[in-house]
């Protein structure tokens, strides 16, 4: 891919931290935003590479790359849409993609984590140190109540929403692997309860998208819950004590 052709080149998508092109051979470019650090845009390139050669249906990812300042990941070329935009589309199909968005979720858990993933103990304690406008002591309540939760060793997501999987006519693909973890499935649930609970959909969203998830927000999360717990033996106590951990730990992001 030359990166003097960027101007030329069709934008597929926008986000908040990057934007992603259209490239050559089956490829994308997912360019971030001025100021994205450069050691997390690694970060997330080694990890997607160790989630893609455990076998998860991940895009694979070619090479790290630089355009004009900006840091960039060049990926494989999916052909999909999300679950989040598929049932924009049908909103009929709501219940059977949520039971599948859960079940999809208790797959990926079901995948020992390459060792070189980070730990997901150490990144919620380093979310808890991090937190903005909160006292010490309540930090302190949150690390203990970390102390208290079991470890884990299956590949945890940390960021799965209906935006990041992509239905494909060769199956679901999951993207967006910046927050992976090695860790418990069911502090990785708990990351996900608080998406669907908490997080807005960027300002340029379709009108009809914002009124989507404002009106079958409740109803996702019942569901998800419901389904993850009937195919992974736990209880929704064990997923609360895990809220309860990651309550100050980091901001919601949006989806």
């Known amino acids: 891919m030359l990166t003097q052709r960027l101007e030329g080149m069709p934008i597929l998508g926008k986000g908040l931290t990057s934007d992603v092109y259209a490239g050559e051979e089956g490829r994308v470019l997912k360019l971030f935003h001025t100021g994205r650090q450069a050691a997390k845009v690694e970060r997330e390139y080694r990890i997607t590479c160790s989630i893609h050669a455990a076998g998860l249906p991940v895009p694979a990812a070619y ?15 999916v052909h999909g849409v999300s679950i989040f935009n598929q049932v924009q ?78 239905i494909t006519s060769r199956g679901p693909k999951i993207i967006d692997w910046s927050a992976a973890t090695r860790g418990h499935p069911l502090g990785d649930v708990a990351c996900t309860s608080r998406l669907i609970q908490s997080a807005s959909l960027p300002p340029w969203a379709a009108l009809h ?7 079958s927000r409740a109803f996702v999360h019942r569901t998800y819950l419901k389904r993850y717990l009937e195919v992974y033996p736990a209880s929704r106590r064990e997923i609360d004590a895990w809220q309860d951990a990651l309550s100050i730990a980091r901001p919601i992001p949006e989806w």
Do not use: M, Y
Request: aromatic share 8%.
């Open 89 to 166: 589309a049908r909103p009929w199909t709501l219940f059977s993609a949520v039971k599948f968005f859960a079940e999809l979720h208790d797959h990926i858990h079901t995948f020992v984590a390459p060792a070189d993933l980070p730990s997901q103990r150490q990144w919620i304690a380093d979310g808890i140190d991090a937190a903005n406008g909160v006292i010490e002591v309540q930090k302190d309540e949150a690390r203990h109540r970390l102390e208290a939760l079991p470890d884990g060793n299956v590949i945890c997501h940390g960021d799965f929403h209906p935006d990041n999987v992509l």
């Open 209 to 215: 998208a914002h009124l989507l998830l404002k009106f």
């Open 63 to 77: 090479e790290l790359i630089d355009v004009g300042g900006r840091h960039g990941i060049v990926f494989e070329r």
